[in-house]
């Protein structure tokens, strides 16, 4: 099979960009992402995925993947696309892009994700944001994914005693991390007192449990890995991407704290790049909430189920730890613009394994892994990357 | 203010083949949709058995009874229409039948309310519909 690689990787600033229109932030992520790469233009590009979870809503836009390939100047003689897999959209894209190249579909292909969020009122995204649980039987009650999360939160100091605290120090550590990332969201440290200090949103979470409403787009371009050379200096192989779904409701859910469905994600990307948890240097997981955080670095199998709480207390996703979890900021702190979480994701293990992540880079680092969460907890996208040698 | 409200969450039941259930509830009875050809109670009720395809679905009565599995107290985000309510308690029943099921948890407190602790059925206006909630028994 034909893997993909990476040969160029572009966002654009995070936050409350009240300055650009849909179609600029994306172009914004486009651009550095061509400077990037070398000897590669729009009119190279064959197909484009654009991941945007909810434009219709939060723009007012429809059929935004040609909008865009008109707009960045793409003739996609392969196709565009756009993917809708809530805040795992960007993940999803990635993986169907790397399947098209692997499947001789296409040879250039732009993966873009972009969400707009700041533009709509209030009560209108927070209306977006609860409808991607079941509208029928969840969303009328009044779920939002603050109250989704806080569940699972409730759950896992219930069952393996984790405290406010340890959520606490996921919040330290990637705020910490956002610091050092010019585009992140926010760029400042907390201490433990400002977050057991901020307004509880839903309980237990408090606003520093949770990612924030946030504008902002990511894009990479893929190649086939034999030609990739040709387009970047240091291309990123793809060695696997896998993507795994359970239902959608809370009822179709096993288990609040144990995920079957990122497991399943989680064993068949191992698997695929013949690595396991203990070869993985750097990871961007779907810090949506603290919580979540938590959670996922038990079923990636960085430490023992239970103990995802101690793990991150004790230093171990620190950038020097044993596993750098987050060093873009996460979805914490350099924010969650949902359709284009997946890709920045990306992004950051490209500037990663490329020794090209500045102030925060990790050093020495040469396996990364993303994994990407939609919904519930119900879609996990798992991808694990590896400097070409 | 006018917002921008497209349409409102809760369904309408007259465009649903799920009539009988909104008709239930609003009586103050849960029901569901079980298959006899394989023994199975479903939730949410549907028309069609995930399992085998049957078409030819009974209704039943849930018992309503149940423990509180996991419970949070909404402070802030709610969705258009439900700003009112805040703050209010959203909860994962688990029902003797062995069903989970998310519902508004109701006439308490989230200080007094335990995991675990047992909920019966009850229901809560909003407009003309019936919120399916639970209450400490
Ligand atoms: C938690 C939440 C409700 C707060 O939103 P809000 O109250 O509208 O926030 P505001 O925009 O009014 O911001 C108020 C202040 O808090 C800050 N802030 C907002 N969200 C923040 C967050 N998540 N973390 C830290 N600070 C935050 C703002 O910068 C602002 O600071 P300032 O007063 O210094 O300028 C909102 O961020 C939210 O819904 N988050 C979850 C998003 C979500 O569900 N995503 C999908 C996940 S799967
Ligand atoms: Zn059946």
Redesign the interface.
Known sequence: MNKAAIVGAGLSKFGKRGDVSLRELAAEAAVEAFKHAKNIEPRDIDAVFVSCAQPERLVVQSNVSPLIAEYLGVKPSRGAVRVEAACSSGGVALRLASAMIAGGYAENVLVLGVEKMHAA?R??V??S???VA???????????A??GF??VA??HM?EYGTTEEQMGYVALKNHKNGEMNPKAMFRKRITIQEYADS???????KLYDCSPICDGAACVILTAAERARRYNDTPIIIEAIAQSTSGN???S?ES?TTWPAMREAVSQAYRAAGVGPGDIDVAEVHDCFTIAEIVEYEELGFCEKGMGGRFVEDGQSDIGGRVAVNTSGGLKAKGHPIGATGVAQAVEIVFQLQGEAGKRQVGGAEIGLTHNLGGFAVNHVVGIYRRAT | MT??HIFK???NPSE?KLKKFYETLREGRLTTTYCGKCSLTH??PRMVCPNCMNEDLNWIELSGKGRL????????????G??D?LP?I?G?VELDEG??????IVDTK?GELR?GQRVVFTIKPRGD?A??SFRPE
């Open positions: 009122p009560e209108e927070m209306t944001l609860s409808i079941d509208r029928e039987w969840e969303s009328i009650h009044g779920i939002n603050p109250a806080a569940l409730q759950r219930h307004p509880v949103i839903s309980r237990p979470l409701t809370v009822s859910l609040l | 917002t921008p969450l809760e369904p649903t939730w949410p599995y996991a419970f949070t107290e909404v402070m802030d985000g709610a969705p258009l439900m700003e309510e209010y959203i994962v069903i989970r099921l998310l519902a508004r989230y995991i519909f919120v399916l």
